[in-house]
């Protein structure tokens, strides 16, 4: 089975979701996904002479190749794992198509037959507790049984100084990284706020992206630890190992990282240092299905379950739901697109969450069939259809 080309189209959402697709020789097809960035759709073209003319079924090695032919473009993180990400995934459903069985086989088949999705909320309408909480009752409404709200989002308290009081005493500046008593304190209100919204049943993040200082951080997650969180996530900058640990020994709030890793060798020291109470890898960034598995499979040696941030279309959530299915330690994977109405309309059949939950079927490869008459409504200006 040969590879004869490999095509991209990016559709518009929330993000631009990178789909590719894979012909071969045979008239078996896969269709894939990358994570949303400059120049990953220039790089997936720049591949196409290293894979075409290609055994589709070696994914081991035309990974490799991928890996090593594209050293040249950059540093093996970033665009290029994320560019070589979406080809993988493509690979492993033009495989699975061609074994007529689901992906899930490929990866030693299924521990569950259902993935568990966390709504991404964002934050409330307003900049009020009540605001979010209004939201987290809408959201759980839909049947979701695990959302995720940004702490840091619409504080009235991390905003410039004004003539209010309150703002006036915040000890907030913009690039410090510090939480002041008031700032902590409205964040502590918004999680109590939505955590008597949904009840303690409901599982519950909150994601700080990356913004505040060790120590302040340390007090504002042990102010929650009494609201049962699922996990605070990436409370302070991703660089430091070491800073992220002292996070993580000093409370009882579970704490998650990892989006912004990329290949088993980016997640070595996180998971060995046991830095992090969760991890939360982003399979079509970080290099695709096998890596996200060898990621999960050296965390289940430390119990450390899997999380993964997921900001993809149907088509990247559905494939990376397959190889989910096959971790031990997975936990919960991440909707993003809660705000998008037609995203599920992207591909044809029944809704793809149903209930909070991806069910998984036998059907081959990820399952779906692209809607291309919803793709090229929504494709980007400017990108072909998948080469036309």
Known sequence: MKITDVQT???EGNFDWVLVRITTDEGVTGLGEAYWGAGVEELIHKMRPILIG??????GRLYEKM???MSGAGSLAGATVTAISGVELALWDLVARKLN?????LFGG???DKIRIYADCHHGDEPTPESCAERARAVASEG?????????AKNPYTRDISDDP????SWYEPYNRTIGSIEREYMINVVAAVRDAVGPEMMLAMDCHWKFATSDVIQLAKGLEKYDLLWLEDPIPPENIDAQLKVTQATSTPICTGENLY?????????EKQAADIIAPDIPKMGGLMEAKKVADHADMYYIPVAPHNVASPVGTVASAHVCAAMQNFLVMEYHAIDVPWWSDLVTGDPVIKDGFIWLEDKPGHGLELNEDVARAHLKPGCSFFGE
Do not use: C, E, S
Request: charged fraction near 35%; avoid cysteine; hydrophobic fraction near 40%.
């Open 101 to 105: 069985t689901p992906i899930y086989n």
């Open 67 to 69: 890996i090593r032919g």
């Open 144 to 152: 979701f049984t695990a959302i995720k709200f940004d702490l840091d």
């Open 54 to 59: 290609q055994n589709g079924f070696d994914i």
């Open 166 to 169: 309150d703002q006036r005493r």
């Open 110 to 112: 299924r521990f569950r």
């Open 263 to 271: 290949r088993k060798h980016g997640f070595r020291d996180l998971i």
């Open 9 to 11: 189209a990016v559709i």
